[in-house]
């Protein structure tokens, strides 16, 4: 990747980080609720534009890929199905909801205006799993992770193993809002994360399988929490 796209690529992560972990509660003291968060998911669209722009290239290999290969197509739909059985039990044994959690399904119900709702639903089945793809699977599990661990001249299957484990847990480390989730052990019910990092290995690091995974399966929170 040329320099000026790694650069954009990492201007690009850090103003969504930023803007999803802490500008609403920098600019909420001195505006209104709703334009808080209007200007905090704004944000967080240019930075995944910047990002799908920075990564170009590498997106149209994975889509190549796809069109040549069409034969791993059925992994969509299979992980899916696992992920969402994968929570059902994960909520049956761990019952306590995370912070994180509570508070996504707490701002679709009580966001009542319809620009709000779609702002949220583009934010939630769009824009979030690109981005926390490119981060967590592109970025620690191929890009640093297994950059480590091979240099560490580890075997194919190790590496591919602890990579997953790795950015699995950092993935799930990233939805803690306070120590609560881990005195609780709702840390616990993001385990289905492991699910897009699995397909984001099995397909060759092709991106998008994870984040259409992902995609859909936040599209059937999205429908639940309202429904």
Known sequence: M?????????????????????????????????????????????????????????????LDAISKNRKKLWLIPLFVVLDFCLQIILQNIFTIQS??????????????????LI??????VIVGPIMEEIIFQYLFQKVIFKGLLKRLKLGKRAVSILAI????????????????????????????????AIIYEITDDNLIYPIVVHSLGNLVGFILVLF
Do not use: K
């Open 119 to 124: 702002l949220m639903f583009i934010m939630i």
């Open 2 to 62: 040329q320099q000026s796209r790694v650069r954009q690529l990492i201007i690009s992560l850090m103003v969504y980080f930023i803007s999803a972990e802490f500008l609403y509660s920098w600019l909420r003291p001195f505006m209104s609720q709703n334009i808080t968060s209007d200007i905090v998911v704004l944000l967080e669209y240019l930075s995944c534009a910047i990002a799908l722009f920075a990564l170009t290239d590498s997106i149209i290999i994975d």
């Open 165 to 196: 484990i790795l950015s699995t847990m950092i993935f799930m480390l990233y939805h803690v809002t306070s120590m609560s989730d881990f005195s609780n052990l709702a840390i616990f019910t993001y385990s289905d994360l492991i699910l897009f």
């Open 99 to 116: 912070g994180n959690q509570g508070h996504v399904e707490n701002v679709l119900q009580n966001n009542t205006h319809l620009l709000g």
